[in-house]
């Protein structure tokens, strides 16, 4: 991405996500899956501009941690805390301030991207300071908006993927494998999404394999 891409994007995004503070807890959190202990004791706490990466190797429950902060999965112990409560207290509210992108694009192959982009207009609580067209155009696929996502790169179909994170407010980001089947400038455009994210207030969490360029003095790491 060049310096003028970079300016178009910052200038399409709110100056703020909330006014609000916002703090997430990770508390004493463990897991066992097939009675083998995945990790335990995980603590950690998150607020406005703050960056987790999430790191291990393959099968050491970084998914796993991933969808337990996202409350899609309960933890053996422990507890997640966003804004000094329990996520399972105030799903409703939670959700509101999550955006999760997991491993798979979440897309119906046989629709274009804008026909995508549109269901997930319907059914989300919306950020409409950029139109569909303008999002598309922003990660680079304004030119295959119309083009069945069958047709489309697995490269591409991540770009789709990952356009939702310019559709939502939401204060928190949960990102498993953003920069999968991207290229050089993929891995840009991620970077500076999320850079952008933490500099508005916002807190981010991903799982890659790869180093991410991310502009953040808020930075770390939890290895599993």
Known sequence: MNSKEQRDLENTLPD?????????????????????????????????????????????????????ICGLTFPESGEIRWNGASIHKDRQSYNEDL???????????QLTPIENLKIEQEFSTMDDSMTIE??????????????????LSAGQCRRIALARLLM????????????????????????????SHLARGGISIFVSHQPIPISSHHARAIRL
């Open 16 to 68: 703020e996500i909330s006014r609000d503070d916002c703090k997430l807890e990770l508390i004493n959190i463990s897991c066992i899956k097939a009675e083998c202990e995945l990790f335990s004791s995980i603590d950690a706490e998150l607020q406005p501009g703050d960056n987790l990466q999430i790191e291990g190797i393959n099968g050491s429950g970084k998914t796993t941690l991933l969808r337990i």
């Open 99 to 109: 955006v999760y992108v997991g491993h798979a694009h979440g897309i119906k192959p």
């Open 134 to 151: 303008e999002i598309l155009d922003r990660v680079g696929l304004f030119q295959f908006r119309d083009h069945s996502c069958s047709t």
């Open 168 to 195: 939502r407010r939401g204060r928190l980001w949960i990102l498993d494998e953003p920069c999968s089947n991207l290229d050089h400038s993929g891995f840009d455009l991620v970077g500076e999404l999320i850079s």
